[in-house]
């Protein structure tokens, strides 16, 4: 394969086959020419489909993984900033029970493609995940990159929070992108709709979240409260709803905050386990009878 330049100037992809002739003391060759260029043309789109996310066409994981680390040894290379943010649609799952998933869909194309047309050239922009979508900013410091995700989010229709980290110049991309991760999550929680930018310090890492969601799930260390489920035509309660409290030293800990970063590190099947035993060990003493519902996540189910 390869590719040759036309009379008219124009490049074609071709396939070229060659065989010599047979027959005593011949030197003769004959070649076979191929124009490719439509098996070429549709690769491509395969190839650039393959690293889209079929929703909102921007890059999806695959594509971001493969750019952050390109990203990373450009800025090592040239001694050059580099930043990270992690953004996330606030209130998304009500704007879908409310609009229904088809105008979540709709919703999720036109936050895409607006702040995919608002940033420079050079950023890129993934799908990270359901309604949490990742940027990649070279050049940038924390404080810059920052500016520009504010103006992402003021672009948004529906409020957004975001985190952002800047490259410290040795660490992993997954060490950036959980730094990022950790300011996104003090966002959600502190101020919704704010741009939160990463300190280096190692305790603001989601990283940090392993030890104790270790410790939380060797040794149990949540329970249950049960909250009565009422029925309005008559007042009687019908039943309890077992949610998940932590105890111990993470007993002040967020609930969303925990599975949020159960989810991040790869322990949500764990952490969910976790909680349908304590229910169900916490609901021993109820009446036969009772009507108990406990939650369970959808990737527990699948």
Known sequence: EGRLQRKDGRVVDVETVVHTLSGAGTRRRIALIKDISARKRAERLLADAARLDPLTGVGNRRAWSEQLASSLSR????????????????????????????????????????WKAALREEDFLARYGGDEFAVLIPGCTADEAAAVVQRLTDFTPERASAGVAQWDGIESGDTLLARADSALLRSKRERIGSVTVASYRSGDRTSGWVERLEGVLERRLVRSAYQPIVRFDTGTVMGYEALLRPTGSDAGTSVEELFAAAQKLGYSRDLDWVSRRAALEGAAEMPDGTLLFVNVSARALL
């Open 75 to 114: 800025a090592e290379r040239l001694n050059e900033p580099m930043a990270v943010a992690l953004l996330d649609l606030d209130g998304f799952k009500e704007f879908n029970d409310d609009w229904g998933h088809q105008r979540g869909d709709q919703l999720l194309v036109a936050v895409a493609q607006g």
